[in-house]
């Protein structure tokens, strides 16, 4: 059996004592076989062979997914599906090459009911109108997956259709042992909140922000986009997904702007002025993402992002480093 076939079959049950194992093993056969990964740390000139922690692997700059192709063992296979960040027509748009995409849409779907429970409990409605209109997204592929998985008799998506989802809404709530998750990128789901503010098609969902304003409105804090959004869908806590183009999986957060992410998405900080000095005591900085879903990628994702850690394992996301471009699933200023 390869490294590779070996590896995906742990994947699943990979827990917070063994995912760091499993990461270092990662690292040392993309450090071999991602060439530009490998070239990456050769103009480093680190001793490879020293690395014997999370916190001493060099981690990719992120921006390595607007200009290179980011695949190990490139030569062994062409990719199934490219996902594409978002972006305006002034902006390159990052590429994450997948080989297998069903690995993908069984991770996330894992990763979702680990938190949520059984997806066939579940009624799942979209609103991803700029997702949907620029094509290749990795979230849009992850939300038709999980309304097939639920089997659920609506459509997932309703681009700038009002009036169809709350007809889906009223449809979905009246089915008895089913809850409605109604997931959206930020700007879509304030506009459905201003035309239809206190209609009951809107009570008693589970509402799950995937950031961005892309544009369309000014960037609020976390704390403020939340209350716009419970002046319309009611006093509960708004959800949230922190995930990315770069990154095959993802963290939720129930109301409280604490993300958990599972064992194969490991959390790490550094100081935001040295990209090398990541720290397992550091509370607040940098955030570096090592995402064991990316083997045929990278794992070792340098971000943008800035981030608080709490004791607890969860972490929260406080904005972007200067001059980043406002990008990904959750990145609110």
């Known amino acids: 059996m390869s490294f590779r076939e070996d590896y995906l079959q742990n994947l699943p049950h990979l827990t917070a004592a063994t995912a760091p194992a499993a990461a270092l093993a990662l690292f040392r056969y993309q450090a071999r076989h991602c060439a530009p990964y490998a070239a990456y740390l050769a103009a480093l000139g680190r001793d490879l062979s020293e690395v014997e ?48 995409p069903e690995l993908y849409r069984q991770h996330a779907q894992r990763i979702f009911e ?12 979209a609103l991803l109108p700029s997702y949907l209109e620029q094509g290749g997204s990795s979230l849009v592929a992850m939300v038709e997956h999980f309304a097939q998985a639920s089997g659920q008799p609506q459509p997932a998506f309703f681009l700038h259709d009002h009036a169809a989802l709350l007809a889906a809404l009223a449809e979905a709530k009246a089915q008895p042992g089913r809850k409605v998750l109604l997931i959206g ?12 503010a206190g209609r009951p098609e809107l009570q008693g969902l589970t509402v799950l922000e995937t950031g961005g304003m892309k544009g369309r409105r000014r960037e609020m804090v976390r704390e403020e986009l939340h209350a716009e959004l ?24 129930f109301g409280d702007g604490r993300f958990w992410a599972p064992p194969q998405l490991q959390i790490l900080l550094r100081d935001p002025s040295d990209p090398f000095s990541v720290s397992a005591t550091r ?5 570096n993402v090592i995402d064991l879903a990316n083997i045929d990628s ?5 971000t943008k992002d800035l981030a608080r850690l709490h004791p607890d394992g969860s972490f929260e996301v406080l904005g972007r480093l200067d001059n980043s471009d406002i990008r990904g699933c959750n990145q609110l200023v």
């Open 53 to 100: 922690s999370l916190e001493q692997i060099p981690f990719l700059p992120i921006e390595f997914f607007k200009t290179h192709d980011v695949r190990t063992d490139a030569a062994d296979w062409a990719p199934a599906e490219t996902f594409l960040s978002s972006g305006t027509t002034l902006q390159q748009r990052s590429q994450h090459h997948v080989r297998q």
């Open 114 to 125: 680990q938190y949520y429970g059984p997806l066939t409990g579940w009624t799942v409605l």
């Open 185 to 196: 990128v930020s700007y879509a789901l304030l506009d459905f909140v201003d035309a239809h």
């Open 230 to 253: 419970q002046r319309g869908f009611g006093p509960a806590g708004i959800h949230s997904e922190y995930g990315m183009t770069e990154l095959l999986g993802q963290a939720y957060s």
């Open 283 to 287: 509370t607040s900085g940098a955030l």
């Open 298 to 302: 990278c794992a070792f994702i340098e």
